[in-house]
Protein backbone atom coordinates (compact mmCIF):
# COMPACT_ATOMS: atom_id res chain seq x y z
CA UNK A 1 0.00 0.00 0.00
CA UNK A 2 1.33 3.43 -1.03
CA UNK A 3 1.81 6.62 1.55
CA UNK A 4 -1.18 8.04 -0.37
CA UNK A 5 -3.35 5.36 0.11
CA UNK A 6 -2.45 4.90 3.83
CA UNK A 7 -3.62 8.70 4.37
CA UNK A 8 -1.19 11.75 5.21
CA UNK A 9 2.54 10.70 7.10
CA UNK A 10 2.55 11.77 10.64
CA UNK A 11 4.96 15.00 9.56
CA UNK A 12 1.80 15.95 6.80
CA UNK A 13 0.46 19.33 7.58
CA UNK A 14 -2.76 18.13 6.70
CA UNK A 15 -2.93 16.58 9.67
CA UNK A 16 -3.59 19.51 11.46
CA UNK A 17 -6.38 20.52 9.86
CA UNK A 18 -9.88 20.77 11.28
CA UNK A 19 -12.84 18.17 10.51
CA UNK A 20 -15.89 19.61 9.41
CA UNK A 21 -17.84 18.66 12.28
CA UNK A 22 -15.24 20.61 14.84
CA UNK A 23 -15.58 23.79 12.59
CA UNK A 24 -19.18 23.62 12.35
CA UNK A 25 -19.32 23.62 16.38
CA UNK A 26 -17.19 26.05 16.73
CA UNK A 27 -18.52 29.34 17.76
CA UNK A 28 -17.09 31.30 15.19
CA UNK A 29 -19.29 29.78 12.39
CA UNK A 30 -22.57 30.40 14.70
CA UNK A 31 -22.84 33.65 13.03
CA UNK A 32 -23.34 31.78 10.05
CA UNK A 33 -25.51 29.40 11.21
CA UNK A 34 -27.99 31.87 12.33
CA UNK A 35 -28.08 33.44 8.92
CA UNK A 36 -28.26 30.39 6.89
CA UNK A 37 -29.53 26.62 6.52
CA UNK A 38 -27.21 24.32 8.23
CA UNK A 39 -26.72 21.69 5.00
CA UNK A 40 -25.69 24.94 3.44
CA UNK A 41 -22.80 26.27 5.43
CA UNK A 42 -22.06 22.58 6.03
CA UNK A 43 -21.07 22.22 2.20
CA UNK A 44 -19.42 25.64 2.25
CA UNK A 45 -17.07 24.09 5.48
CA UNK A 46 -16.47 21.01 3.12
CA UNK A 47 -15.51 22.87 0.69
CA UNK A 48 -12.84 25.19 2.30
CA UNK A 49 -11.28 21.91 4.02
CA UNK A 50 -11.26 20.27 0.61
CA UNK A 51 -9.26 23.27 -0.57
CA UNK A 52 -7.23 23.02 2.73
CA UNK A 53 -6.57 19.32 1.68
CA UNK A 54 -5.23 19.76 -1.58
CA UNK A 55 -2.82 22.95 -0.77
CA UNK A 56 -2.28 22.97 2.79
CA UNK A 57 0.28 26.04 2.49
CA UNK A 58 -2.50 28.00 1.56
CA UNK A 59 -4.90 26.48 4.64
CA UNK A 60 -6.80 29.48 7.36
CA UNK A 61 -4.37 29.92 9.98
CA UNK A 62 -6.59 30.45 13.24
CA UNK A 63 -9.99 30.13 13.78
CA UNK A 64 -10.87 34.03 12.77
CA UNK A 65 -9.22 32.81 9.16
CA UNK A 66 -11.32 29.50 9.05
CA UNK A 67 -14.64 31.63 9.66
CA UNK A 68 -13.60 34.11 7.18
CA UNK A 69 -12.58 31.83 4.39
CA UNK A 70 -15.98 29.83 4.99
CA UNK A 71 -18.33 32.62 5.12
CA UNK A 72 -16.69 33.53 1.71
CA UNK A 73 -17.65 30.09 0.02
CA UNK A 74 -21.10 30.69 1.52
CA UNK A 75 -21.61 34.38 0.27
CA UNK A 76 -20.69 32.10 -3.48
CA UNK A 77 -23.25 29.95 -2.59
CA UNK A 78 -25.90 31.85 -1.26
CA UNK A 79 -25.86 34.31 -4.52
CA UNK A 80 -28.32 33.92 -6.98
CA UNK A 81 -27.28 32.83 -10.68
CA UNK A 82 -29.40 36.06 -11.83
CA UNK A 83 -28.08 39.17 -10.07
CA UNK A 84 -27.93 43.27 -11.26
CA UNK A 85 -24.77 44.36 -13.34
CA UNK A 86 -23.86 47.59 -14.44
CA UNK A 87 -23.64 48.17 -18.37
CA UNK A 88 -21.15 50.19 -18.86
CA UNK A 89 -20.50 48.59 -22.45
CA UNK A 90 -21.61 51.72 -24.14
CA UNK A 91 -24.17 49.33 -26.04
CA UNK A 92 -27.59 50.53 -24.53
CA UNK A 93 -30.12 47.34 -25.60
CA UNK A 94 -27.17 44.74 -24.81
CA UNK A 95 -28.90 41.52 -25.48
CA UNK A 96 -26.15 39.05 -22.92
CA UNK A 97 -27.01 42.30 -20.36
CA UNK A 98 -31.20 41.91 -20.31
CA UNK A 99 -31.78 45.08 -22.85
CA UNK A 100 -34.39 47.63 -21.69
CA UNK A 101 -33.98 48.34 -17.85
CA UNK A 102 -37.38 48.89 -17.14
CA UNK A 103 -38.93 52.96 -15.93
CA UNK A 104 -39.76 53.44 -12.02
CA UNK A 105 -43.39 53.55 -13.23
CA UNK A 106 -43.12 49.84 -14.16
CA UNK A 107 -40.95 48.73 -11.52
CA UNK A 108 -43.92 49.66 -9.24
CA UNK A 109 -46.08 48.32 -11.35
CA UNK A 110 -44.61 45.06 -10.74
CA UNK A 111 -44.61 45.50 -7.47
CA UNK A 112 -48.43 46.11 -7.01
CA UNK A 113 -49.14 43.43 -9.03
CA UNK A 114 -47.08 40.61 -7.25
CA UNK A 115 -47.61 41.39 -3.80
CA UNK A 116 -51.39 40.79 -3.73
CA UNK A 117 -54.37 39.05 -6.18
CA UNK A 118 -55.01 40.90 -9.32
CA UNK A 119 -57.71 40.87 -11.91
CA UNK A 120 -55.29 38.94 -14.81
CA UNK A 121 -58.10 36.66 -15.68
CA UNK A 122 -61.34 38.36 -13.79
CA UNK A 123 -63.92 40.94 -15.28
CA UNK A 124 -64.19 43.41 -12.25
CA UNK A 125 -67.37 44.88 -13.86
CA UNK A 126 -69.17 41.97 -14.88
CA UNK A 127 -67.90 40.21 -11.84
CA UNK A 128 -67.18 37.10 -14.01
CA UNK A 129 -64.16 35.15 -15.28
CA UNK A 130 -62.19 37.63 -17.89
CA UNK A 131 -59.27 37.08 -20.35
CA UNK A 132 -55.40 38.10 -19.61
CA UNK A 133 -55.65 39.36 -23.56
CA UNK A 134 -57.37 42.69 -22.43
CA UNK A 135 -54.70 44.20 -20.51
CA UNK A 136 -52.77 46.65 -22.16
CA UNK A 137 -54.84 46.45 -25.76
CA UNK A 138 -56.63 49.71 -24.91
CA UNK A 139 -53.32 51.57 -24.88
CA UNK A 140 -51.76 49.92 -27.67
CA UNK A 141 -54.64 50.60 -29.68
CA UNK A 142 -54.47 54.43 -29.01
CA UNK A 143 -50.89 54.73 -29.72
CA UNK A 144 -50.00 52.62 -32.95
CA UNK A 145 -53.53 52.93 -34.62
CA UNK A 146 -54.35 49.15 -34.93
CA UNK A 147 -57.84 47.65 -34.67
CA UNK A 148 -56.75 45.07 -32.14
CA UNK A 149 -53.40 43.60 -29.97
CA UNK A 150 -52.11 40.39 -28.39
CA UNK A 151 -49.20 40.16 -26.34
CA UNK A 152 -47.68 36.84 -26.10
CA UNK A 153 -43.88 36.13 -24.55
CA UNK A 154 -41.55 37.59 -27.11
CA UNK A 155 -41.62 38.89 -30.82
CA UNK A 156 -40.01 35.29 -32.23
CA UNK A 157 -43.67 33.67 -30.80
CA UNK A 158 -45.33 36.42 -31.95
CA UNK A 159 -44.41 35.61 -35.53
CA UNK A 160 -45.16 31.96 -34.85
CA UNK A 161 -48.40 32.20 -33.70
CA UNK A 162 -49.55 34.70 -35.88
CA UNK A 163 -48.47 32.37 -39.10
CA UNK A 164 -50.09 29.36 -37.39
CA UNK A 165 -53.04 31.25 -37.12
CA UNK A 166 -53.26 32.76 -40.35
CA UNK A 167 -51.17 30.52 -42.76
CA UNK A 168 -50.34 26.98 -41.47
CA UNK A 169 -50.40 24.12 -44.05
CA UNK A 170 -50.21 26.95 -46.61
CA UNK A 171 -47.21 29.13 -48.26
CA UNK A 172 -45.70 32.23 -47.10
CA UNK A 173 -43.89 34.03 -49.35
CA UNK A 174 -40.51 35.97 -48.13
CA UNK A 175 -37.56 37.69 -49.97
CA UNK A 176 -34.53 35.66 -49.40
CA UNK A 177 -32.72 38.90 -48.34
CA UNK A 178 -35.08 39.28 -45.13
CA UNK A 179 -34.18 35.72 -43.90
CA UNK A 180 -31.70 36.43 -41.80
CA UNK A 181 -30.19 35.38 -37.90
CA UNK A 182 -30.96 36.95 -34.78
CA UNK A 183 -29.14 36.20 -31.50
CA UNK A 184 -28.13 32.83 -30.23
CA UNK A 185 -27.77 31.36 -33.78
CA UNK A 186 -31.31 30.92 -34.59
CA UNK A 187 -32.65 31.98 -37.78
CA UNK A 188 -36.24 33.36 -39.04
CA UNK A 189 -36.34 31.00 -41.72
CA UNK A 190 -36.15 28.02 -39.31
CA UNK A 191 -38.45 30.06 -36.56
CA UNK A 192 -40.98 30.30 -39.61
CA UNK A 193 -40.93 26.77 -40.04
CA UNK A 194 -42.13 25.53 -36.51
CA UNK A 195 -45.47 27.28 -37.71
CA UNK A 196 -46.72 24.94 -39.93
CA UNK A 197 -46.46 27.34 -43.07
CA UNK A 198 -44.46 26.31 -46.07
CA UNK A 199 -42.15 29.33 -46.53
CA UNK A 200 -41.12 30.20 -50.22
CA UNK A 201 -38.16 32.61 -50.73
CA UNK A 202 -38.38 34.86 -53.87
CA UNK A 203 -35.54 37.67 -54.50
CA UNK A 204 -31.75 37.47 -54.23
CA UNK A 205 -30.08 38.29 -51.23
CA UNK A 206 -29.63 41.84 -52.19
CA UNK A 207 -32.47 42.55 -54.77
CA UNK A 208 -35.98 41.66 -54.28
CA UNK A 209 -39.13 43.78 -56.27
CA UNK A 210 -42.68 43.48 -55.80
CA UNK A 211 -42.89 41.52 -59.32
CA UNK A 212 -40.98 38.32 -57.62
CA UNK A 213 -44.18 38.04 -54.99
CA UNK A 214 -46.72 38.34 -57.57
CA UNK A 215 -44.70 35.64 -59.75
CA UNK A 216 -45.25 33.03 -56.92
CA UNK A 217 -48.65 33.51 -55.83
CA UNK A 218 -51.18 30.86 -56.39
CA UNK A 219 -53.50 28.36 -54.81
CA UNK A 220 -51.44 27.37 -51.95
CA UNK A 221 -50.17 30.90 -50.79
CA UNK A 222 -51.41 31.80 -47.61
CA UNK A 223 -49.47 34.97 -46.77
CA UNK A 224 -46.54 37.71 -47.46
CA UNK A 225 -44.33 38.21 -45.05
CA UNK A 226 -41.68 41.15 -44.57
CA UNK A 227 -39.36 40.78 -42.09
CA UNK A 228 -37.36 44.45 -41.52
CA UNK A 229 -33.40 43.95 -41.58
CA UNK A 230 -33.18 45.89 -37.96
CA UNK A 231 -29.65 44.52 -37.27
CA UNK A 232 -27.53 45.12 -40.32
CA UNK A 233 -27.95 46.79 -43.79
CA UNK A 234 -27.74 46.37 -47.19
CA UNK A 235 -26.07 49.28 -48.75
CA UNK A 236 -25.14 49.49 -52.85
CA UNK A 237 -27.19 47.71 -55.83
CA UNK A 238 -30.06 47.01 -53.67
CA UNK A 239 -33.64 46.64 -53.84
CA UNK A 240 -36.73 45.79 -51.99
CA UNK A 241 -40.46 46.13 -51.83
CA UNK A 242 -41.68 48.29 -48.88
CA UNK A 243 -45.07 47.58 -47.15
CA UNK A 244 -47.15 49.87 -48.66
CA UNK A 245 -46.20 48.08 -51.77
CA UNK A 246 -46.77 44.69 -50.10
CA UNK A 247 -49.95 45.39 -48.58
CA UNK A 248 -51.65 46.25 -52.16
CA UNK A 249 -50.87 43.32 -53.28
CA UNK A 250 -51.85 41.63 -50.48
CA UNK A 251 -55.34 43.02 -50.47
CA UNK A 252 -55.55 42.53 -54.31
CA UNK A 253 -55.12 38.55 -53.56
CA UNK A 254 -57.08 38.78 -50.47
CA UNK A 255 -53.95 37.55 -48.50
CA UNK A 256 -52.58 38.61 -44.93
CA UNK A 257 -49.73 40.40 -44.78
CA UNK A 258 -47.41 39.76 -41.92
CA UNK A 259 -44.63 42.77 -41.25
CA UNK A 260 -42.27 41.65 -38.23
CA UNK A 261 -40.47 45.34 -37.29
CA UNK A 262 -39.01 44.18 -34.25
CA UNK A 263 -37.50 47.21 -32.67
CA UNK A 264 -40.94 48.52 -30.92
CA UNK A 265 -39.69 52.03 -31.74
CA UNK A 266 -42.91 54.09 -30.46
CA UNK A 267 -41.64 57.58 -31.11
CA UNK A 268 -39.04 59.13 -33.87
CA UNK A 269 -35.94 59.47 -33.02
CA UNK A 270 -34.68 61.30 -36.43
CA UNK A 271 -33.94 64.88 -34.54
CA UNK A 272 -31.63 62.69 -32.34
CA UNK A 273 -29.52 61.44 -35.37
CA UNK A 274 -31.12 57.99 -35.25
CA UNK A 275 -33.01 57.28 -38.67
CA UNK A 276 -34.28 54.58 -40.68
CA UNK A 277 -36.38 52.32 -38.25
CA UNK A 278 -40.28 52.58 -38.71
CA UNK A 279 -42.38 53.28 -35.47
CA UNK A 280 -45.00 50.99 -35.32
CA UNK A 281 -48.08 53.45 -35.68
CA UNK A 282 -46.12 54.01 -39.30
CA UNK A 283 -46.25 49.94 -39.54
CA UNK A 284 -49.87 49.95 -39.11
CA UNK A 285 -50.42 52.88 -41.61
CA UNK A 286 -48.68 51.78 -43.96
CA UNK A 287 -51.57 48.40 -44.30
CA UNK A 288 -50.08 45.02 -42.54
CA UNK A 289 -52.51 43.30 -41.50
CA UNK A 290 -50.69 42.19 -38.51
CA UNK A 291 -47.59 43.73 -37.16
CA UNK A 292 -45.18 42.31 -34.84
CA UNK A 293 -42.82 43.82 -32.43
CA UNK A 294 -40.85 43.04 -29.07
CA UNK A 295 -41.55 44.59 -25.61
CA UNK A 296 -37.90 44.84 -24.32
CA UNK A 297 -35.78 47.12 -27.02
CA UNK A 298 -36.64 50.77 -28.10
CA UNK A 299 -40.17 50.36 -27.33
CA UNK A 300 -38.34 50.29 -23.36
CA UNK A 301 -40.71 47.64 -21.48
CA UNK A 302 -40.09 44.05 -20.81
CA UNK A 303 -39.55 41.02 -22.66
CA UNK A 304 -42.99 41.08 -24.54
CA UNK A 305 -44.14 39.83 -28.36
CA UNK A 306 -47.39 42.46 -29.73
CA UNK A 307 -48.80 41.41 -32.38
CA UNK A 308 -50.65 44.47 -33.86
CA UNK A 309 -53.31 45.17 -36.41
CA UNK A 310 -56.43 43.57 -37.98
CA UNK A 311 -59.26 43.08 -35.01
CA UNK A 312 -60.15 39.47 -37.82
CA UNK A 313 -56.29 38.31 -37.52
CA UNK A 314 -55.99 39.05 -33.90
CA UNK A 315 -58.73 37.24 -33.42
CA UNK A 316 -57.95 34.11 -35.12
CA UNK A 317 -54.39 34.60 -32.92
CA UNK A 318 -56.13 34.93 -29.76
CA UNK A 319 -58.55 31.66 -30.57
CA UNK A 320 -55.43 29.41 -31.81
CA UNK A 321 -54.66 27.15 -29.07
CA UNK A 322 -50.78 27.65 -29.21
CA UNK A 323 -51.94 31.37 -27.76
CA UNK A 324 -51.72 29.37 -24.17
CA UNK A 325 -48.28 27.88 -24.95
CA UNK A 326 -46.77 31.29 -25.49
CA UNK A 327 -48.80 33.85 -23.11
CA UNK A 328 -47.58 36.44 -21.25
CA UNK A 329 -47.62 36.62 -17.21
CA UNK A 330 -49.26 39.20 -15.15
CA UNK A 331 -46.12 40.94 -13.80
CA UNK A 332 -45.05 41.72 -18.06
CA UNK A 333 -48.49 42.70 -18.47
CA UNK A 334 -48.53 44.85 -15.31
CA UNK A 335 -44.87 46.63 -16.50
CA UNK A 336 -45.61 46.55 -20.10
CA UNK A 337 -48.99 48.53 -19.30
CA UNK A 338 -47.14 50.90 -17.21
CA UNK A 339 -44.23 51.77 -19.62
CA UNK A 340 -47.10 52.43 -22.62
CA UNK A 341 -48.55 54.92 -20.51
CA UNK A 342 -45.21 57.25 -20.26
CA UNK A 343 -45.83 57.44 -24.00
CA UNK A 344 -49.06 59.08 -23.79
CA UNK A 345 -46.68 62.27 -22.94
CA UNK A 346 -43.93 61.69 -25.76
CA UNK A 347 -41.65 64.37 -23.37
CA UNK A 348 -42.40 61.98 -20.40
CA UNK A 349 -41.45 59.20 -22.37
CA UNK A 350 -38.05 60.56 -23.16
CA UNK A 351 -37.15 61.49 -19.59
CA UNK A 352 -38.80 58.06 -17.68
CA UNK A 353 -38.34 55.28 -19.90
CA UNK A 354 -34.58 54.55 -19.12
CA UNK A 355 -33.90 53.10 -22.85
CA UNK A 356 -34.82 56.36 -24.37
CA UNK A 357 -33.32 58.61 -21.92
CA UNK A 358 -30.13 57.42 -22.45
CA UNK A 359 -29.91 57.26 -26.10
CA UNK A 360 -30.97 60.79 -26.76
CA UNK A 361 -29.15 62.56 -23.66
CA UNK A 362 -27.24 65.46 -24.81
CA UNK A 363 -23.89 64.51 -25.17
CA UNK A 364 -22.59 67.62 -22.78
CA UNK A 365 -24.81 65.85 -19.75
CA UNK A 366 -22.79 62.47 -20.98
CA UNK A 367 -19.19 64.06 -20.56
CA UNK A 368 -20.06 65.98 -17.49
CA UNK A 369 -21.25 62.54 -15.72
CA UNK A 370 -17.94 61.12 -17.04
CA UNK A 371 -16.15 63.90 -15.31
CA UNK A 372 -17.76 63.74 -12.36
CA UNK A 373 -17.18 59.89 -12.00
CA UNK A 374 -13.43 60.43 -12.64
CA UNK A 375 -13.09 62.75 -9.98
CA UNK A 376 -14.33 60.94 -7.20
CA UNK A 377 -12.53 57.55 -9.01
CA UNK A 378 -9.05 59.80 -8.89
CA UNK A 379 -9.82 61.28 -5.36
CA UNK A 380 -9.84 57.48 -4.39
CA UNK A 381 -6.91 56.82 -5.84
CA UNK A 382 -7.70 55.31 -8.90
CA UNK A 383 -5.80 56.84 -12.41
CA UNK A 384 -8.23 56.94 -14.81
CA UNK A 385 -9.34 59.82 -17.11
CA UNK A 386 -12.17 60.69 -19.38
CA UNK A 387 -12.03 59.99 -23.65
CA UNK A 388 -14.69 60.19 -25.96
CA UNK A 389 -15.94 57.36 -27.31
CA UNK A 390 -18.95 56.01 -30.05
CA UNK A 391 -21.68 54.50 -27.98
CA UNK A 392 -24.13 51.97 -29.92
CA UNK A 393 -27.93 51.19 -29.88
CA UNK A 394 -27.64 47.07 -29.50
CA UNK A 395 -30.80 45.38 -29.52
CA UNK A 396 -30.49 44.53 -33.22
CA UNK A 397 -31.85 48.22 -33.89
CA UNK A 398 -30.07 50.88 -35.67
CA UNK A 399 -27.64 48.47 -36.74
CA UNK A 400 -24.86 50.88 -38.34
CA UNK A 401 -25.89 54.07 -35.71
CA UNK A 402 -22.74 55.46 -33.84
CA UNK A 403 -23.74 57.48 -31.11
CA UNK A 404 -20.96 60.41 -29.09
CA UNK A 405 -20.85 59.21 -25.79
CA UNK A 406 -17.45 59.65 -23.31
CA UNK A 407 -16.40 57.11 -21.27
CA UNK A 408 -13.90 57.03 -17.97
CA UNK A 409 -10.47 54.87 -18.87
CA UNK A 410 -8.95 53.01 -15.74
CA UNK A 411 -4.87 53.07 -16.44
CA UNK A 412 -3.46 49.65 -15.28
CA UNK A 413 -3.41 45.98 -16.90
CA UNK A 414 -6.46 46.17 -18.99
CA UNK A 415 -7.71 42.26 -18.34
CA UNK A 416 -7.18 42.43 -14.89
CA UNK A 417 -9.01 45.51 -14.45
CA UNK A 418 -12.22 43.92 -16.78
CA UNK A 419 -11.91 40.67 -14.68
CA UNK A 420 -12.22 42.36 -11.13
CA UNK A 421 -14.69 44.47 -12.07
CA UNK A 422 -16.82 41.69 -13.59
CA UNK A 423 -16.49 39.38 -10.50
CA UNK A 424 -16.87 41.98 -8.11
CA UNK A 425 -19.80 41.88 -5.57
CA UNK A 426 -21.46 44.47 -7.44
CA UNK A 427 -20.06 43.76 -11.45
CA UNK A 428 -19.34 46.43 -13.78
CA UNK A 429 -19.01 45.20 -17.18
CA UNK A 430 -16.95 47.67 -19.15
CA UNK A 431 -15.51 46.99 -22.56
CA UNK A 432 -11.43 46.73 -23.54
CA UNK A 433 -10.42 49.85 -26.04
CA UNK A 434 -7.01 51.20 -27.40
CA UNK A 435 -5.32 48.59 -24.11
CA UNK A 436 -7.64 50.43 -21.77
CA UNK A 437 -10.93 49.45 -19.48
CA UNK A 438 -13.49 51.59 -20.30
CA UNK A 439 -16.33 52.53 -18.66
CA UNK A 440 -18.66 54.46 -21.22
CA UNK A 441 -21.04 56.46 -19.28
CA UNK A 442 -23.90 56.18 -22.04
CA UNK A 443 -25.50 52.84 -21.54
CA UNK A 444 -25.61 53.53 -17.49
CA UNK A 445 -28.97 55.18 -16.52
CA UNK A 446 -27.57 58.64 -14.66
CA UNK A 447 -29.42 57.58 -11.62
CA UNK A 448 -26.43 54.35 -11.25
CA UNK A 449 -23.63 56.99 -11.32
CA UNK A 450 -22.89 56.50 -7.95
CA UNK A 451 -23.32 52.80 -7.38
CA UNK A 452 -21.07 52.82 -10.69
CA UNK A 453 -18.59 54.43 -8.60
CA UNK A 454 -18.82 52.62 -5.50
CA UNK A 455 -19.09 49.59 -6.58
CA UNK A 456 -15.79 50.47 -9.16
CA UNK A 457 -13.77 51.44 -5.62
CA UNK A 458 -15.32 48.01 -3.69
CA UNK A 459 -13.74 46.06 -7.08
CA UNK A 460 -10.39 47.62 -7.52
CA UNK A 461 -9.40 49.11 -3.90
CA UNK A 462 -9.74 45.25 -2.26
CA UNK A 463 -7.21 43.00 -2.27
CA UNK A 464 -6.85 40.96 -5.71
Same mark, same amino acid.
Given at each position: ?120 ? +? *???? &? $?????? @? ?6 ? %? /?? #? ?66 ? +? *???? &? $?????? @? ?6 ? %? /?? #? ?71 ? &? ?155
Amino acid at each position: MTASARGPEPSDPRRALPSVGLLLDSPEIAPLLARAPRALVTEAIRTVVDAARIDPSAAPTDNDAWAQAIDAQLAKRERPSLRPVINATGVVLHTNLGRAPLAAAALQAILDTASVACNLE +Y *DIEQ &G $ERGSRY @VHAVSLLR %E /LT #GADDAIVVNNCASALVLALNSLCAGREAIVSRGELIEIGGSFRVPDIMAKSGATLVEVGTTNRTHLAD +Y *DDVI &G $ESTGAI @VKVHRSNF %E /LR #GFVAEADVSELSSLARTHALPLLFDFGSGLLLPLDEFGLHGEPTARDAVRNGATVVLMSGDKLLGGPQAGIIL &GDAKAIAACRKNPLARAVRVDKLTLAALEATLALYRDPSRAMRHIPTLAMLTSPIATVRMRAEQVRERLYVGGLPCDVVETEASVGGGAFPTARIPSFAVALSGQADEIERRLRVGTHAVIGRIGNGRLMLDLRSVPEAYDDQLVRAVMASLSSPA
